[in-house]
């Protein structure tokens, strides 16, 4: 039994339309000989009835103080409706469905309510019911803990319920259904002909979600690539080819830009005295304590430097200022990242950033990198500027 998992995003079920295109995809895999494995996320965005915004909406316009069970218990149920109805539809144009909760289809998760993180899965229920040759319906986004309580697994829930499935089963791919062509070089947003990329390793997509991209969540990447099955990205509504996620593709020296913005630089010093090694110690360990995130240190002889997010500007400086640190803070910040596997040992590409950015006139305020990433600090007046010009200097349109 050669097995095939696909995801359909909330924008591919909330309407009729698009569960039509979805069915479409379900029933051509079938006939191609593949038993099929689905995964659906809850229908539609806020506003529309069974969105699991619109679910934390409702329960929000009664009481804001939620318990986090009783939370997930909640915003589990946009999913279960969309198996429910995906099962229905299937079943009224002559193909055997059957629809199920996470927790029926054998996934099992720790109990970190609204973050919760798969722990092992059971697929006999879902190999029972392909055998009988039923296509299978799954919730996604969702699992239960030991006690039998309903999680949720956060952001990217569904995709990594996919993903997750797909190793368990031993699937022959996963494909994940969206409204866009494929995983694209940059953001659309700001290069609106931005390429897509045909193929893209799971080290290099993972890195572009990491650093920005709304692309698939690096969690559900980790685990097809444990797996080793292979992610293909595809519009639910396009016969467009997508990309195809996995190992042994050809190596780019640069495959993709990801950016976050919003950000803002501290910096803490000057520090004084003997000890000032255990000083940049006890900052780091104020923030941990005061649960604030910091991205891109750095650290010079009496100072140290990082970036947040500027949501988290004020709670940072009156932490830090209560502690009796000096710091200076810059906001307005972004992090433009540049990827690719082929970069790993190629000497050079920093110097032809830094070069393509001072020609279009971006200061760089601070880099950081790693084997296939190089991340520069800038002002977020100048991403699209930056964006633009690395897009065109390293030919990511021609892709």
């Known amino acids: 039994m050669k097995i095939v998992v696909q995801k359909f995003g909330g924008t591919s079920v909330a309407t009729g339309e698009g569960r039509s295109k979805a069915i479409e995809r379900i029933i051509g895999i079938k006939e191609q000989g593949f038993a099929p494995v689905i995964v659906v996320s809850a229908m539609g965005r806020r506003g529309q009835p069974y969105a699991t915004d619109t679910l934390i909406d409702l329960i929000k316009s009664i009481h804001t103080d939620i318990e986090p069970r009783e939370l997930d218990l909640l915003i589990s149920c946009g999913e279960i409706i969309s ?26 998760t720790d109990g970190n309510f609204g973050n919760a993180q798969i722990t092992r899965i059971d697929p006999n229920f879902i190999k029972n019911q392909l055998e009988q040759g039923k296509i299978v319906i799954v919730a996604g986004f969702q699992g239960v803990c030991e006690d039998g309580s309903t999680t949720t697994l956060g952001r990217g829930g569904s995709d990594t319920t996919a993903t997750a499935l797909g190793a368990a089963l031993q699937a022959e791919f996963v494909e994940i259904y969206t409204d866009v062509d494929g995983v694209m070089t940059t953001d659309p947003r700001l290069i609106p002909n931005a390429a897509i990329l045909k193929d893209v390793s799971y080290k290099e997509i993972c890195e572009m979600a990491y650093q920005g991209a709304k692309v698939i969540h690096p969690r559900a990447v980790e685990a097809a690539m444990t797996g080793k099955v292979p992610i293909k990205i595809k519009n639910t509504f396009s ?22 913005a919003n950000l803002s630089q501290v910096k803490v010093g000057p520090l004084a005295g003997d000890a000032v090694q255990m000083a940049k110690i006890r900052v780091l360990k104020t923030l941990a304590e005061a649960r604030v995130s910091i991205d891109m240190i750095g650290v010079a002889p009496n100072s140290i430097f990082f970036t947040i997010s500027g949501d988290d500007t004020g709670q940072t400086g009156n932490v830090l200022k209560d ?31 830094m070069e393509s950015l001072d020609k279009a006139g971006v200061t760089v305020l601070q880099t950081s990198d790693s084997d296939i990433t190089i991340s520069f600090l800038i002002r977020e007046a100048d991403l699209t500027k930056a964006i633009k010009i690395l897009y065109d200097s390293f030919n990511l349109g021609k892709m």
């Open 83 to 108: 198996t429910v109805v995906m099962a229905t539809s299937l079943k009224k144009i002559g193909h055997p469905a059957i629809a199920c909760t996470g927790g029926q289809a054998g996934i099992c």
């Open 239 to 260: 016969d467009a080819e997508g990309t195809l996620i996995a190992d042994n593709v050809a190596e780019r020296v640069i495959t993709g830009l990801a950016h976050m």
């Open 323 to 353: 502690a009796g640190y000096n710091i200076t803070v810059e906001t307005g910040l972004a992090k433009l990242s540049v990827i690719g596997a082929g970069m790993e040992g190629v000497p050079g590409v920093m110097a032809d950033v």
